[in-house]
């Protein structure tokens, strides 16, 4: 039986991820002040630590979630510490993600978390543990846009407006990804328990293949050009323009060289 003690230390923050947080504030310090001699580095490092903040706290609702909902050994498997490297297959929920995001600026979902679902009475409590970690994404894509939405753009630096336009891009493309319903994915979590045991047994070996069948499919340009005017559609209902997210990735791919048309807006 855990003691109070253990379960304090099981939930104390890591300092890996305060590590990351620091990141966070200081290249976003940088990147509002254009303090760094080089600006895109500076929204490079913003940008995904930013990212990776995200990937935890989606990792974290995950488990949040199972252990009130009955998994009484997330804690000891390190999750509540919001520590990236307790992850059980960090490459899955980390390294892929950001390499995603440099190579092809979308917000790969990640799956990390082992949870013991025999633990656990309750479809709807299953259905909420998978929601539980887009649902973050969700929510960090509503506080990214919500000087846009709220219109409080004045005196926002124009890099910075950039930089958080694309970080809500890549918020947007991970809700939506994960919110479909292909197993492997949190959204196949979400209807999973409401299937029968038949099917369910029927889908268990191709729910590796999942997110490799998603992405495999979005090399399809229609499929590609469909997905994406879809997350335009759903970051101009945020108040965010398509110029202002892809100005984004042209200043986070800051090695390519920045495009003088953003630059144009920035020395206005």
Not at 150 to 179: E, K, S, W
Request: charged share 15%; aromatic share 14%; glycine share 10%.
């Amino acid at each position: 039986m855990p003691t109070a003690a253990s379960r304090r230390s099981d939930r104390r923050i890591s300092p890996v991820f305060l590590g990351i947080v620091a990141v966070m504030g200081v290249s976003g310090w940088a990147v509002w002040t254009d303090y760094a001699a080089t600006v895109g580095l500076a929204v490079f490092l913003f940008v995904t630590s930013a990212w990776i903040v995200s990937l935890c706290l989606h990792e974290y609702a995950h488990a949040r979630t199972a252990l009130h909902s009955g998994d009484i050994s997330i804690g000891t498997k390190g999750y509540l510490t919001l520590n990236p490297l307790a992850y059980t297959h960090a490459l899955l929920s980390i390294v892929l993600p950001v390499l995603f995001v440099i190579m092809g600026g979308i917000g790969l979902p990640g799956g990390a978390v082992f949870i013991e679902r025999g633990r656990i009475q309750g479809r709807w409590k299953h259905s909420l543990i998978s929601a539980a970690g887009p649902l973050t994404n969700v929510l960090f894509a509503i506080v990214c846009t919500a000087p846009f939405w709220l219109d409080a753009l004045d005196g926002v630096p124009m890099v910075f407006r950039y930089a958080l336009a694309f970080l809500a891009l890549l918020q947007v493309t991970a809700a939506i990804l994960n919110f479909l319903p292909v197993p492997g994915l949190d959204g196949y979590g979400v209807i999973e328990p409401w299937l029968s045991y038949k099917i369910r047994r029927q889908v268990e070996p191709i729910a590796p293949f999942g997110l490799l069948a998603v992405f495999a499919l979005l090399f399809i340009p229609e499929v590609n050009h469909f997905f994406f005017d879809g997350v335009d559609a759903v970051l101009r209902g945020l108040g965010v323009s398509g110029l202002e997210s892809d100005c984004g990735l042209e200043y986070y791919r800051f090695w390519q060289g920045t495009n003088e048309f953003c630059e144009s807006f920035v020395n206005q």
